[in-house]
């Protein structure tokens, strides 16, 4: 009859010792199984390493036949090894072989053994392998000698990822955590790149699993807690969350599961059983990682993230690891991977060693998308748990318009995007070849194709795609890079130059629209429940007048007495929008007294996005000159659908029955008052909703630059005139027939379009 563990801590400090020795990777797995028998009082102990074709090998053992050694295999799932790697958890059995997935390996000699205890060994949530014990006798495996399996499996799961193991494993094999994996997300944007990850938030590396001094452990545990609850009270009191989430909600949770005592618990046991404070954090972590990939209820997967982040802000606060966004030194071809980030994270980072962009969230007309997409980053949102996977530096391919990540890819998978990134050279040579041909339809309708920009950067592009100017410049993003806000002297420098490299085309200078998911960190307010529809854009403009007034300042300086055309965003009433327009008169009147040139011309547009406009725009359509629609805005208000939660968004097609009538009506409205409609939402830039613009009568469409070429080649080769009678009799017909998208998609079988 076994007896109780002789002490964690004391095997810990073996094997500390027994990894510092000078062994032969086989000496030192020997010498490590036999250490745990020993201390378990167990008459086996097995490793089994996960290989990167789901076997899980036996690496070594004390206890069963040595000729077992990396004979024997169990595939994941199959027997008590293969269920603990598949499910994560341990096992504990008084009597293994009366259990259902018992898998009797005869090679192994293990028919006299009878109690069982095997736990995974996990890093970051992920499976690398399996640690079991048996006895002869019948044995219950208590609570303290599972935990103890818990915390020696740490330790080996961090000899797995940093050992040399390639003498002991097989040629044409390797270990599954460097396995090549694939993942399904969602595209944001054209277009592959070939590069190294970079991890937004990084993992805190532990250097020191050991603990030379418990007391001391627990005492760096209780200090690092407390210093994490008060910041977390901090931010919750002083409304200060941008640095560290949006939500009000998540902190709540945060500031829950900082006092939750379990958590604690768990992690004082493990400091009890040997561990450093931070090693304590990464091993109660793992579980919570392990859960979370398994988890499908959303809600649940949530507050695991939530609870992940927590330990993670806990490891930084142990181990003084500071997290400095975008100062770290990139590679050449730099992937950013992230579970999430917001759009003024991503322009901190150097741009010009950027290729691509990874996340596990983010819907395709997040703002994080649209200025990935605007720096001419390949970007692919809704890659599942990518983050715990991957590890910086490793080789990653991301593939836009299939929304296909490939981490570590194989030399094959390699070659083949090698080769596709020379066909997408040679689609982009082949757009190139009517750049300058006018994008009329071939029963000769013209399409105005304009870009949307709001980095000077991109401006010269234009040169590239041939496109008619700039329809939306969104002026927000000069702010969001800044450290502090531009002053009009700068603002103007930035206008003018953006007046210059448009040259003699137009370019619409949208105002200010900051706030929901824009966040300018030196302008703070304070928190609210539904961001997207709080203090933002226009309304913020209109209670902060100086900010306006200056913005269009610098607009009507940097036009120097040449054409100006404004765009007003998020106008709600049409009250506002004629408020805007008496600031502007004022700043024009001023300009004029000083005895400075005024424009030639000056146009003032409003956005139509907000739903309650599309019922006033008999009063608000003559008073503008100019109109633009933001479907992506529009859309999730007319949805009450996130735009950057493709949970919800992803339901509601934009260009279904509902929405596209919604648009009709005001292609007819702006019509009616002769006043000139532009898309500048995402959806202009994408295919077949374009033929639905183009459908219901729209002639200006304004997108990323990259989707020119593909929209120009759509209108190159279509008759649209058949596709806007159906698609018109298809609004009227109210019976639930025929969806207009698949109305769309057959219009460009028919007329062979390539979409
Ligand atoms: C829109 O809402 O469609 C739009 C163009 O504005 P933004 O995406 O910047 O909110
Ligand atoms: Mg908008």
């Given at each position: 009859?076994a ?20 062994l032969?990777s ?30 899980l ?17 169990l ?13 994560a958890?341990?096992?504990s ?5 009366t259990?259902?997935?018992?898998a ?23 499976t ?33 990822a ?11 094999q ?38 030379e ?10 200090a690092?807690l ?9 931010m919750?009191?002083h ?19 900082a ?19 931070e090693a304590?954090?990464?091993r ?14 959303p ?28 100062t770290?030194?990139?590679?050449e071809?730099?992937?950013?991977v992230?579970?999430?980030?917001g759009?003024a994270?991503?322009l ?16 395709a ?5 649209i ?26 391919i ?7 990540v490939?981490?570590?890819p ?8 090698v080769?596709k ?5 040679k ?7 009517f750049r ?10 013209e ?20 496109a ?12 969001m ?13 930035l206008?003018?130059e ?16 900051i706030?929901?998911?824009k966040?300018?960190?030196?302008l703070?307010?304070?928190?609210e429940?539904?961001p ?12 902060r ?36 327009r ?14 400075e040139?005024?424009?030639e ?36 208000f ?13 339901s509601?097609?934009?260009i279904?029955?509902?929405?596209l ?12 008052y002769?006043v000139p ?5 995402e959806l ?11 459908s ?17 080649e759509v ?10 009678k ?15 998208r ?7 079988e ?6």
């Open positions: 009859m007896t109780a563990i002789s002490g964690p801590r004391v095997l810990l400090r073996q094997l500390r010792e027994t990894m510092a020795e000078p032969a086989q000496d030192r797995l020997d010498k490590i199984v036999d250490l745990i028998a020993e201390n378990m009082h167990a008459d086996v102990c097995s490793f089994y390493v996960l290989r990167d074709d789901g076997a090998e036996l690496f070594a053992t004390h206890g069963l036949k040595p000729e077992s050694v990396h004979m024997t295999t595939r994941l799932g199959e027997g008590l090894v293969g269920l603990i790697a598949a499910e958890e341990p096992l059995l008084e009597n293994a072989r259990h259902p997935s018992f009797y390996r005869p090679e192994t000699g293990e028919d006299p053994f009878t109690a069982f205890l095997g736990v995974p060994v996990l890093r970051a949530g992920q690398l392998g399996v640690l079991v014990v048996q006895n002869r006798d019948r044995r219950i495996f208590g609570e303290d000698e599972i935990e103890a399996m818990l915390t020696t499996a740490t330790i080996l799961a961090e000899m797995i940093t050992s040399d193991f390639d003498s002991l494993i097989k040629p044409g390797d270990i599954d955590l460097r396995r090549p994996r694939t993942f399904n997300g969602t595209g944001f944007s054209d277009g592959i790149a070939l590069g190294q990850v970079v991890l937004h938030d990084p993992r805190v590396v532990v250097a020191n699993f050991i603990a001094d418990t007391e001391q452990e627990l005492r760096r545990l209780a690092a407390d210093t994490m609850r008060v910041s977390i009270d901090d919750l009191s409304g200060d969350m941008q640095s560290f989430s949006d939500h009000r909600e998540i902190l709540e949770s945060y500031r829950m599961f006092h939750d005592r379990g958590w604690v618990d768990r992690l004082t046991e493990a400091i009890d059983n040997g561990l450093t404070a304590a954090v990464e109660v972590q793992n579980d919570t990682r392990a859960r979370m990939m398994r988890s499908t209820d809600y649940i997967k949530d507050r695991l993230h939530d609870l992940d982040d927590l330990a993670n802000r806990l490891l930084r606060i142990l181990t003084g690891d500071g997290h400095a966004v975008g770290k030194e990139l590679p071809n730099a992937i950013l992230a579970r999430n980030m759009p994270e991503l901190e980072y150097d741009r010009s060693r950027l290729r691509g962009i990874v996340l596990e969230e983010g819907g007309t997040a703002h994080v998308a200025i990935a997409r605007s720096l001419g980053l390949v970007a692919v949102g809704q890659a599942e748990n990518i983050v715990s996977m991957c590890e910086p530096g490793d080789d990653i991301v593939d836009g318009p299939t929304g296909t490939h981490l570590r194989t030399p094959d998978v390699e070659q083949t995007y080769d990134v020379r066909l997408t050279a689609r982009r040579a082949h757009y190139l070849e300058d041909k006018p994008a009329i339809t071939r029963d000769g309708i399409i105005t194709l304009l870009h949307n920009s709001g980095l000077v950067a991109d401006l010269p592009m234009l040169d590239d795609t041939g008619a100017g700039v329809g939306l410049f969104r002026t927000e993003l000069q702010f890079i800044a450290s502090k806000l531009p002053r009009l002297n700068e603002q103007v420098e206008y003018r953006a007046i210059r490299l448009t040259g003699d085309r137009p370019i619409v200078f949208r105002l200010l629209d706030g929901g998911d966040v300018i960190p030196y703070r307010s304070a928190a429940e539904n997207a529809m709080g203090w933002r854009s226009l309304r913020l403009a209109l209670d007048p100086g900010l306006l007034r200056i913005q269009i300042r610098a607009l009507l300086q940097a036009a120097n007495g040449g054409p100006l055309k404004i765009l007003v965003p998020m106008v709600t009433d049409a009250w506002e929008f004629r408020q805007t008496v600031v502007v008169n004022k700043e024009v009147e001023r300009l004029r007294h000083a005895g040139k005024v424009p011309k000056l146009e003032l547009g409003a956005m139509i996005e907000v739903p309650s406009l599309l019922w006033e725009l008999d009063r608000l359509l003559p008073q503008v000159d100019f109109v633009s629609i933001g479907s992506n805005d529009l859309v999730m007319l949805t009450a659908a996130d735009r950057a939660n493709p949970r919800v968004s992803k509601y097609d934009p279904a029955l509902p929405r009538r919604a648009l009709r009506h005001i292609v007819d409205m702006s019509r009616r002769g409609l532009t898309m500048c939402g202009a830039g994408k295919p077949v909703e374009a033929l639905a613009l183009m219901i009568g729209m002639t200006r469409l304004s997108m990323s630059p990259p989707s020119i070429g593909p929209i120009k209108i190159l080769g279509l008759e649209l005139e058949p596709v806007r159906s698609v018109s009799a298809a609004l009227l017909d109210g019976s639930d027939g025929v969806g207009i698949e109305l769309l998609l057959d219009w460009t028919r007329q062979n379009l390539s979409v």
